[in-house]
């Protein structure tokens, strides 16, 4: 499972190891890898914020679309793991993360499902680009979707909109809008930090569901 983390404005090159993700998927039976992408951790290369800065129109999708890349070298060091089920590929993503799974999706036939959790919520009201670059992409994606959003993010209309593409061609298409979201602390939008290891409780089993009916393996009960 490759999981893709979302933007972390000023604080780019601190590493975030994702524990919880390894929480939820590892005692079902999945390897989980999360790719610092470029600018991230101590990966080389531009940050986001020096790259971009504020832009949300075509510099911006190209830098979604270079991370989707990133995640594509993340697939091929895959391969050359001999523990690591090449049938039973999986990729899921938060927030930038989300905008760059489904652009890693559209690019590779490698993943078996994909999931989105709020992907583009943040930026798809400001980015024109965005709104057209993201349908664009679902429009290729072929693998089982799961689009997960909660009410009180930014807005539903970016995981919406990707969930209407999808199902004009891929039967194996699925969303949830949780109910909105209060968060311990400040968040850009309060249904944003929902797939922040404060919402686990809340979305784990309809992950381990989902990666359980398309790709096997056990569905490991509720953490308490």
């Known amino acids: 499972m490759i999981y893709n983390h979302g933007s972390r404005e000023g604080r780019e090159h601190e590493q975030r190891p994702f524990t919880y993700i390894a929480e939820i998927l ?11 992408r470029r600018g991230y951790g101590r990966s080389d290369g531009l940050t986001f914020t020096e790259e971009i800065h504020r832009d949300k129109d075509p510099a911006f999708i190209a830098r979604m679309q270079a ?10 060091f895959l391969r050359t793991l001999p523990f690591v089920d090449q049938r039973r590929l999986g990729i899921m993503g938060w927030s930038f993360g989300g ?22 919520a943040l930026t798809w009201n400001y980015s024109p680009a965005l709104r057209e670059a993201l349908p664009t992409a679902a429009q290729q994606v072929r693998a089982p979707v799961l689009l997960m959003v909660a009410q009180n993010d930014a807005t539903t209309a970016s995981i919406t909109t990707i969930a209407d593409v999808l199902r004009r061609h891929n039967p194996a298409t699925e969303m949830i809008i949780y109910p909105p979201f209060t968060p311990s602390g400040p968040a850009l939008a309060p249904g944003h930090a929902i797939f922040s290891a404060q919402g686990t409780a809340i979305w784990e089993n309809d992950i381990r569901s989902f990666f359980a009916k398309y790709l096997g393996g056990g569905t490991a009960p509720m953490r308490r």
């Open 26 to 36: 590892v005692p079902s039976g999945y390897a989980v890898l999360v790719p610092e």
């Open 67 to 76: 991370e989707s890349t990133d995640v594509l070298a993340a697939l091929d």
């Open 99 to 120: 905008i760059v799974t489904i652009f890693a999706a559209s690019r590779s036939d490698a993943f078996r499902a994909v999931v989105d959790q709020a992907g583009g």
